[in-house]
Every structure is written in C-alpha cells, then in structure tokens.
C-alpha cells in the first residue's frame, strides 16, 4: 500500500534534521555576494568547490555591462509568453547567436534547462514512439520522458552493446529518439559520442544531446561534445542550458530550421509559459561572446581540472571516468561522505555530497567542480585538505 503524504513529509523532513543535528546538512547554504573562487558563504570565506560557473562568466565584466544595458533599454521582463507577446528582437539575436555556436540552422530559448528537456521531449516523442536513454541521463530527461507518454528503454551507462541490444529490437518503431548527457552530470566522464552516433544511423534514430556541463567546458575552443571528437552533424538535436559555464537562466534547442519552427509552433512550455526576461537573454548572448573571444579562459579551465583530478588520483582517490570539470570523489558508504564531506567544509573548502537517491545506492561520493578561475595554489589548497581528510577517515 502507498504511504500516506503525512508520512512522506515526516520521514522527509526527519532526515534532514538528523543530517542537521550532526552538521551533516550541507544543502541550502546561503551564498553572499557573487559566486567565484572565494566565496562568502554564511560568513565564512571558503574556496568555492561547487559552483557551475566554470569560466568565471558570473562576474566578468563584459557580461555584466551587457545585463545593465538590457535593464535599461528592456526594462525587467518580456510581459508575455514568447507565442504572443513575449519575444523581443533581444531573444531573437540569442538565438542566433546560439545556431552560430553549435553551427545549426536555428535554436529555440526556454525558460529553464530542466524545462528544456521537458519541452523536447513531450514535443518530439508520443504515445507508439521509443525514446532511448543513457541509464544516467539527468532528472529532467527521465522527467521529459514520462511526460511525453512514449515507450522507453534505458541501455548501461555508456555501454555500447546495451544500446545495440535495444536498437536491434526496435523495428516496430517508426519514430526513435536516442537521449544522452554530453557530459554526465554526476560522474564528470564524457559520452561515447562517435559509437552513439553511428549506431543511431544504423537503426535511424534520431540523436538529442544535453550539452549542460560540456558548453564551455570540453572541446579545444569550448563549443563541446563535437569539437571534442572533431565530429560535425552528428547529432540532431543539441540541448544547453544557459545557467551553468553561460551563468544566466533558461535553456536552448538547437537543430535543422523545420525542426525549430515545429518546436516554436507546437511545444507547450514555449505557447503556455512566460519568456526569459531580456536581461537573462542579453546576459547569455555575452557569455557566448566572451567564449569566443576569450578562448584562454577554456585553456586554463582545461588546465585546471587537469591538474586537480590528478592531484586527487595520485593521493589514491576514486575519481571514476571523470576527465571534465565535474570530479566525483568516490566514497561508497553514506556515513562515510558525509564525514568527508564535513571535515573538508570545516578546512573552508565549499564541496557538496551526492547520496543516493540521486546516485545510484551504494555509489554516494562528494562532487567537486573545478573552475577557470581557481589559481594552481587554490587547487594545491584544496588538494591539501582532501589529502588530510582522506587520510584520517582511511578513505585513502
Ligand atoms: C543542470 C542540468 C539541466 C537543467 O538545467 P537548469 O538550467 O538548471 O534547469 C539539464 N540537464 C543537465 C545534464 C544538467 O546538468
């Protein structure tokens, strides 16, 4: 029998005051002032482990006198839904900025990443059709997945063989969407791109990629998951979010025209939810250009994460297949990273635990993110204290 929703928000609420009572809570700690290197959170000065603003876009200058600019010249919302009269040549100029980016045709701006995926897939995918997903794809695509009603099938975690199987038996479907994470979101390793994409051709598939954490982040300029492998028209249809390395809020789909016109025309976060505000658009469209021409800050993010998760693997640590800006330090027991977890916050280093259920049971880790920003001594700090940690837990 179901439990009650009385009991769901007890046993809810009981766990977090357990994990409170042991300061063992580490969610929900209020930042003060903008996120870089060094942050200011609840008083303390810590070396910030944790923020999705992988090349610094937050603060830097050019983007936010483009968000001052937008304020003044938009005022602070788009008054509409971007169907009626919520577009603006602003969310015009973005999303051409976006189709340059990914070298498509055309892209589509949403009001969140999370939203994003929900749209794609609720708009692609129907009742009789197959969506096929990594089986670590992010929340938001297994959200989108259930919402659109389609049949779905999830393959091993990178695993080239499980996708195969599924294809191999999918000829009773005409309409096939293959869903991955250009980079995965909690274990920082890169997607099989080259083998996903061939397969898709094999069986006719179409191909969508969730560009959230490799935008800015892998490819020698930062453009991603293509560049990276030196692929081009791989993939047909490329999703980012414009709140990670672009530090603004909303999400982007980029594809051949027909198929941004049909998102335009027929998907319901677009007709049935306001538009971004132009501040967050403008703010956005900066960052792709500081990316472009600015490309030393990818070189010393590439740098740095370099540097960090070899630091962490040479103290004997258990980054997984990380070989992004996303490290996960693996621990196993919950006790255990959370303990971890504490004496590195205490040590003012700003990190997060990852427990199941957002994991997989039995794989609960600390997530560290590196950024552009962070000095080598930073990340020799920092490498300081996880040593001395995981020394006096016997983790390492
Ligand atoms: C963060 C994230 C999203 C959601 O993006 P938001 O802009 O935060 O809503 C979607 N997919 C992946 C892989 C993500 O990491």
Request: proline share 3%; hydrophobic share 40%; glycine share 8%.
């Amino acid at each position: 029998m179901a439990i009650s929703l009385e009991q769901r928000i007890e046993e809810t609420n009981e766990r977090a005051k357990r994990m409170k009572e042991n300061d063992s809570f580490f969610y929900l700690k209020s930042i003060e002032g903008s996120s870089g290197a060094h942050t200011r959170i609840e008083g303390r000065e810590m070396l910030m482990f944790a923020s999705y603003n992988y090349l610094g876009l937050i603060s830097h200058p050019k983007v936010k006198e483009a968000a001052k600019k937008a304020i003044d010249e938009y005022g602070t919302g788009a008054a509409g839904v971007r169907f009626l009269a919520g577009t603006t040549r602003a969310h015009e100029e973005l999303e051409k900025k976006i189709a340059q980016f990914k070298k498509t045709d055309d892209a589509v701006t949403y009001s969140s990443g999370y939203v994003t995926n929900l749209a794609a897939l609720t708009t692609l995918c129907q009742r009789g059709d197959l969506l096929i997903m990594d089986k670590l794809v992010h929340a938001s695509i297994i959200d989108g997945c259930i919402l659109s009603g389609a049949n779905h099938r999830s393959f091993l975690h990178n695993d080239m063989d499980s996708l195969e199987r599924i294809l191999a038996q999918s000829d009773g479907y005409q309409n096939k969407l293959i869903v991955i994470d250009a980079v995965y979101s909690m274990d920082g390793d890169i997607a099989n791109l080259p083998e996903i994409s061939r397969l898709a051709k094999k069986y006719k598939a179409k191909l969508m990629v969730d560009e959230a954490h490799s935008i800015g982040v892998i490819g020698k300029t930062g453009h991603g998951i293509e560049e990276y492998f030196g692929l081009e028209n791989s993939v047909d249809i490329y999703m980012g979010t414009l709140s990670k390395t672009i530090p603004a809020i909303g999400g982007y789909l980029a594809g051949d025209k027909d198929l941004i016109s049909f998102l335009k025309l027929s998907s319901r976060p677009f007709i049935f939810s306001a538009s971004l505000p132009p501040v967050a658009v403008l703010t956005a469209k900066a960052c792709f250009e500081v990316i472009e021409n600015e490309p030393e800050l990818v070189v010393q993010l590439q740098k740095n994460m370099k540097q960090f998760r070899e630091g962490l693997q040479e103290m004997g640590y258990n980054t997984g297949n990380s070989e992004t800006a996303i490290v996960p330090i693996m621990v196993g027991d919950e006790e255990k990273t959370l303990q971890l977890c504490k004496k590195i916050n205490e040590e003012g280093v700003f990190i997060c635990p990852i427990l199941f259920p957002a994991v997989p049971r039995g794989t609960n880790r600390l997530r560290a993110h590196v950024l552009a920003s962070h000095t080598a001594e930073d990340i020799e700090k920092a490498l300081d204290i996880f040593k001395q940690a995981g020394k006096s837990l016997g983790i390492i």
